[in-house]
């Protein structure tokens, strides 16, 4: 076994829902609290995670163990990040971090980390698999973006699109945690990715740095 699935939370009775969905596999919460964006709560999943397979999940969803299986499935096969609820529920192998960075932590507040963090898998021509496909219960976010454009505002300075051109302005910061050496897996490549209607664009999106 070199896997796990991290249950993000700061909602006790959510997060016992969710990993009652998992009794068997190998999984454990990891609290939210106070934390100042998703991809820092991210990120600490990742360093303090002994393992090369991990699969972070919302504490509103709630996953079987056959979409455990299909993403550890599809990583093994080689898909650089596969998302069976968008965000809420996504795993990724480690090399994928070490190839093309942490999540951005400049992303106070929550929101729009999804859409960057995609972007940067186009631009790294490595796949994404998105879908809704595993039951998810709709409850308010306990991230405060829809209070505070940080996260927006961030967003729209680090990548401008113009057409089909998406052109990058900021580059990622170096968070300087350390996960062991690159290992170069090969991924499977951009153009493969399974898309929600919304992104479909992306396949055919140019990327460039300024």
């Given at each position: 076994m070199n896997y796990e699935v991290i249950i993000v939370s700061n909602r006790p009775h959510l997060s016992r829902e969710a990993q009652s969905c998992l009794a068997g596999l190998n999984s454990r919460v990891f609290d939210g609290t106070n934390y100042p964006s998703f991809s820092k709560l991210v990120n600490d999943c990742i360093t303090s995670s002994e393992y090369e397979e991990i699969i972070i999940c919302?504490?509103?969803?709630?996953?079987?163990?056959?979409?455990?299986?299909?993403?550890?499935?599809?990583?093994?096969?080689?898909?650089?990040?596969?998302?069976?609820?968008?965000?809420?529920?996504?795993?990724?192998?480690?090399?994928?971090?070490?190839?093309?960075g942490f999540f951005d932590e400049r992303f106070i507040g929550g929101g729009y980390e999804d859409n960057d963090f995609i972007r940067r898998l186009k631009e790294a021509d490595i796949s994404y698999y998105e879908s809704e496909e595993i039951d998810y219960i709709y409850l308010p976010t306990s991230w405060y973006y829809e209070k505070?454009?940080?996260?927006?505002?961030?967003?729209?300075?680090?990548?401008?699109?113009?057409?089909?051109?998406?052109?990058?302005?900021l580059a990622e910061e170096d968070y300087k945690y350390d996960i062991g050496p690159l290992k170069n897996i090969n991924f499977i490549k951009?153009?493969?990715?399974?898309?929600?209607?919304?992104n479909v664009r992306l396949?055919?999106?140019?990327?460039?740095?300024?």
């Open positions: 919302n504490d509103k969803a709630r996953p079987t163990h056959k979409s455990v299986e299909k993403i550890l499935a599809m990583l093994k096969d080689g898909w650089g990040l596969v998302a069976l609820y968008r965000f809420g529920f996504f795993g990724f192998k480690k090399d994928l971090i070490r190839k093309i505070n454009n940080t996260a927006r505002n961030h967003f729209f300075r680090k990548w401008k699109e113009e057409g089909n051109v998406t052109t990058r302005l951009f153009e493969k990715s399974v898309l929600l209607p919304y396949r055919e999106m140019i990327m460039q740095t300024l």
